[in-house]
């Protein structure tokens, strides 16, 4: 945005992925990309911070704070039919 870095950067994912904290819209939930109260954001924060905090988010999702209630809740209580949807997602949407 103009008023970065005073304003998070506006990031979303263009290829559809099977992840609690992302909805069919690319949009991520995670703190640093929201200001505060709600959020963590600080203009100190940089661009690499940023995506290795999606990179660690796209490891370890946080199904306590979904976007995707349905996926959260696979995610929580049936690990491997999530792992096995996420991987045909990758498949379908990611592959070559």
Known sequence: PSR?????????????????NIDSAGRICLDVLKLPPKGAW??????????SSI???MAEPNPDDPLMADISSEYKHNR?????????WTERHAGQ
């Open 4 to 20: 970065y870095p005073f304003e998070p950067p506006k990031i979303r994912f263009l290829t559809p992925i099977y992840h609690p």
């Open 55 to 57: 990179q660690l988010l």
């Open 80 to 88: 491997q039919l999530f792992l096995l949807r996420a991987r045909e």
């Open 42 to 51: 600080r203009p100190s924060l940089n661009i690499c911070t940023l995506l």
